[in-house]
């Protein structure tokens, strides 16, 4: 069975808020399955059911981000899960670009308090997770407030689709491995990143001089020149 916990705090006023990517994640996967993520337990919201075939667990840990670690360890603890294997975390992710997704099989915390607790309880950081962008904080904006921050007009529209996105990307991993769902969702940035240098590259040449035809121009002014003075140009 897999354990799948998205990252958030709970409460009406953090719904829709940066840092709550994962439940979002999860609701959609919910929603897709039939699964009812009602049952208070392991303090956390949890939902069994199956998806693709797969037997899963879908938690939203209520103990608030900070503490996440603390629901995460008594799931892994009361299921005997192999945590490297069969635990797969979904959380926010500032150092990405809104929208981007990038799945790790291990890792540091990368300064999310949320996985930092997690690999606190845990006792190491071998477990899946999948990171939801959701850019960077602007710079006048304290990290706390951005995170906090609601997803409104066209920004919640970007990370409604990240999170059907993300959903598609944790049935692969159960389905086919974390390497295939990293081939193939982590490559997409990749290939995002060659293309936009690529049309900087077109840019830049079409916006380029041309080296050789000015050379040219300025050797036939020269000439003329020359013979307007009559200098034979030796």
């Not at 699964?35 to 939203?60: P, S, Y």
């Not at 069969?86 to 926010?92: F, P, T």
């Not at 990240?162 to 991993?173: D, L, Q, S, Y």
């Not at 380029?208 to 020269?222: I, M, R, S, W």
Request: with cysteine.
């Amino acid at each position: 069975m897999f354990i799948i916990v998205g990252l958030g705090n709970p409460g009406r006023e953090y719904e829709n808020t940066r840092h709550n990517v994962g439940w979002m994640v999860l609701d959609r996967l919910a929603k897709d399955a039939g699964i009812d993520i009602l049952e208070k337990k392991h303090k956390a919201l949890v939902g069994k059911g199956v998806i693709d075939g797969q037997k899963v667990l879908l938690a939203k840990p209520l103990t608030y981000m900070n503490l996440s670690g603390e629901s995460v360890r008594e799931l892994v603890d009361y299921y005997k899960i192999d945590a490297s294997a069969e635990l797969i975390i979904i959380s926010d992710d500032v150092a990405l670009p809104p929208g981007q997704l990038r799945v790790r099989k291990k890792g540091s915390a990368g300064g999310h308090n949320g996985l930092k607790n997690i690999i606190l309880n845990l006792g190491d950081d071998q477990f899946i997770r999948l990171r939801m962008g959701v850019g960077e904080k602007p710079t006048a904006f304290d990290l706390k407030d951005f995170v906090l921050g609601h997803l409104v007009g066209d920004e919640k529209k970007l990370m409604d689709e990240a999170a059907k996105r993300g959903a598609e990307c944790v049935r692969m991993i159960m389905a086919q491995g974390p390497d295939a769902a990293m081939n193939t969702f982590n490559a997409k940035k990749e290939k995002a990143k060659d293309k936009t240098k690529n049309e900087e590259k077109a840019k830049d040449k079409d916006q380029a001089p041309d080296v050789a035809k000015e050379n040219q121009l300025e050797g036939t002014n020269a000439g003329n020149a020359s013979a307007a003075s009559g200098d034979s140009g030796v």
